[in-house]
């Protein structure tokens, strides 16, 4: 049973386009929805979080947007650059482990 | 100063053969974690350990046993190793805090290779 469903399998974007990923749960008692991105061969890296008390979270280039009536919470990476290359992944926790959603491969083409 | 760190980085083994893989963080955190991402990338939580307690255990076959021998420290032993095991394992700490789930850091993966 996928508790967190993630889409779009993977994305291609242009240089300073906006990239949008998005996440669905189901649980929820889910309280904290953090987005974590993957270099290959690296360890996931914490890229942003939110927690439900709020519609919205921005840093940088990077937002969250969280819509807890519809149990949905996407990314957006505005400017989209080369480097932001990578695979992205929403999850959500409702205690400690976090559940994942399968992972998005983003390539930004120059 | 790494923050997790795990060894070995690569691991290749028989089928059959018992393997450990070590994790080691230093950011003073009270709860690790073990996850195991499969060949598709997906990301799956196998246990949690705080206080040296074990507080997670999914469903996992017992040929895996984690060790927490302190707080920084979380091995995972694996008997019998079989093909379905090839995976990257990732170790992770984080610290719960009164405002709830604390930002969960990970180590740099060991990918397992059984043949």
């Known amino acids: 049973q996928q508790q967190v469903k993630q889409s779009p399998q993977s994305l291609i974007v242009q240089k300073g386009g906006i990239s949008i990923i998005n996440c669905a749960y189901e649980?929820?008692?889910?309280?904290?929805f953090p987005w974590y991105q993957q270099f290959p061969g690296k360890g996931p890296a914490l890229l942003i979080a939110i927690r439900p008390d709020v519609s919205e979270k921005k840093e940088g280039r990077f937002t969250i947007s969280f819509n807890k009536s519809a149990k949905q919470f996407s990314l957006h990476i505005m400017d989209s650059q080369p480097g932001d290359s990578a695979t992205y992944f929403c999850a959500a926790s409702g205690g400690r482990a976090l559940t994942f959603g399968s992972g998005t491969r983003l390539q930004v083409q120059p | 100063d790494t923050a997790v760190s795990q060894t070995p980085k690569y691991l290749v083994t028989q089928m059959g053969n018992d393997k450990s893989i070590k994790c080691e963080q230093n950011l003073g955190h009270d709860t690790m974690y073990w996850y195991k991402q499969d060949s598709k990338k997906f990301l799956k939580i196998m246990f949690s350990y705080n206080n040296k307690e074990l507080i997670i255990n999914e469903t996992v076959p017992n040929r895996f046993s984690p060790k927490s021998p302190d707080k920084a420290h979380l091995n995972l032993h694996i008997n019998s190793l079989e093909l379905g095991d090839s995976a990257v394992y990732f170790c992770?700490?984080?610290?719960?805090?009164?405002?709830?789930?604390?930002?969960?850091?990970f180590g740099p993966g060991t990918r397992l290779t059984v043949l």
């Open positions: 992770a700490s984080s610290q719960v805090t009164s405002g709830g789930q604390g930002e969960q850091f």
């Open positions: 649980n929820t008692a889910f309280d904290y």
